[in-house]
Nanobody, 115 residues
Framework: QVQLVESGGGLVQPGGSLRLSCAAS????????MAWHRQAPGNERERIAT???????TYADSVKGRFTISRDVAKNTIYLQMNALKPEDTAVYYC?????????WGQGTQVTVSS
C-alpha cells in the first residue's frame, strides 16, 4: 500500500502561480506512472500531467506551457508548478500513482483562481 498526500492548494489571482506537492508514504521501486489530475464541478476528472520512471513527462493541451511536473526521488515527492493560472484552472487537483495493477489516489487539494 502507498498513501499519497497532496498539499499546496489555495486561492490565487488570475495570472498567479502555485506549486502543488504530492508525497508518497514510501519509496516506489520499479516501473510506474505518476500523474496529476483535476476535476472541476460538473466535469469529469481530467489527467493533466504525467511523469514516468525514466523521467519523461506529458501534458494535456489545456496546461502545456504553463504547468510543469517534476519529482524529487529522495523525498518520494512529485510537484506541479502552475504558472499563468486562469479561472478555468479552478478544480480539485489529485495525485495518482499507477504501478502495474495497483492504482493509488490522494485525497485532493482545492485550487481556486479568482480575483
Amino acid at each position: 500500500q502507498v498513501q499519497l498526500v497532496e498539499s499546496g492548494g489555495g486561492l490565487v489571482q488570475p495570472g498567479g502561480s502555485l506549486r502543488l506537492s504530492c508525497a508518497a508514504s514510501r519509496t516506489v521501486f520499479g516501473t510506474y506512472i505518476m500523474a496529476w489530475h483535476r476535476q472541476a464541478p460538473g466535469n469529469e476528472r481530467e489527467r493533466i500531467a504525467t511523469i514516468v520512471t525514466g523521467g519523461a513527462t506529458t501534458y494535456a493541451d489545456s496546461v502545456k506551457g504553463r504547468f510543469t511536473i517534476s519529482r524529487d526521488v529522495a523525498k518520494n515527492t512529485i510537484y506541479l508548478q502552475m504558472n499563468a493560472l486562469k479561472p478555468e484552472d479552478t478544480a480539485v487537483y489529485y495525485c495518482n500513482l499507477i504501478k502495474g495493477p495497483e492504482n493509488y489516489w490522494g485525497q485532493g487539494t482545492q485550487v481556486t483562481v479568482s480575483s
